[in-house]
């Protein structure tokens, strides 16, 4: 049985031999083919790296000359500058990836700076599209909120504070979340501000816009807007 089970093993072995033997030119192409593959996808992703890196030097460049002594500039200087580092960064927008959350949120300052509140919003709009997965996105989404307020978009203003509220570990939830209250309450819908109020002393009492929310509570119930 064992000799026999030899036998087969060899003939298996012997035929295979013979099949890549026939095959070998084949068996080679491919087998280059596959290492070039890999070869190149390895460059591609050391030049993408590279690229990136390049990008982000950029774009920390730009905000170093924009904050590099501009406590010495007058007005009219720091508007220049703010103008000039706007233009400049503006190609970085369209970048993928940490590259572009980064400039659009630079974009988004500088515009915001300016009272441009529709260009802003959109830089913002863009950096939380572009970093969903990040830790940015929350922080893009309360920027966005406060856009929107300026513009008078209570509704808008609501869903992206909203957003901003709904990732646990950001670290302006409590401000987000008063404020999406303080937009709920403008809008007139006075038992849900409530709500939120509640919630947000109910998970962080000894917080300061915990205790501004309950105070809110306390005057809706006064005003006899809430139960």
Excluded at 128 to 151: D, I, M, R
Excluded at 166 to 172: A, K, P, Q
Excluded at 205 to 226: F, H, M, Q, Y
Aim: with cysteine.
């Amino acid at each position: 049985m064992a000799e026999k089970k030899e036998k087969e093993v060899k003939t298996a072995s012997s035929k295979l031999n013979t099949v890549l033997e026939k095959n070998r030119k084949i068996v080679i192409s491919c087998f280059v083919a596959v290492i070039a593959a890999v070869a190149a996808f390895i460059i591609v992703e050391i030049a993408a790296s590279k690229a990136k890196d390049k990008n982000l030097a950029a774009i920390e460049a730009l905000t170093y000359e924009l904050v590099n002594d501009s406590s010495s500039l007058e007005e009219a200087e720091l508007t220049a500058r703010r103008d000039s580092t706007l233009e400049k960064v503006e190609k970085y927008t369209k970048k993928g990836g940490v590259a572009g959350v980064r400039a659009n949120m630079l974009a988004a300052e500088l515009a915001y700076q300016k009272k441009d509140y529709e260009a802003a919003l959109a830089y913002w709009d863009a950096a939380a599209a572009k970093g969903k997965k990040s830790y940015t996105a929350p922080l893009a989404n309360y920027n966005k909120a406060v856009c929107y307020e300026q513009l008078g978009k209570l509704d808008e203003a609501a869903d992206a504070y909203k957003a901003a509220v709904d990732v646990e570990d950001f670290v302006l939830r409590t401000h987000a979340m008063f404020s999406y209250g303080r937009i709920l309450e403008t809008k007139g819908q006075y038992a849900e501000a409530v709500k939120v109020y509640q919630e947000l002393n109910d998970k962080n009492p000894s917080d300061t816009w915990a205790n501004l929310a309950k105070t809110r509570i306390i005057d809706l119930k006064v005003e006899g807007k809430a139960e």
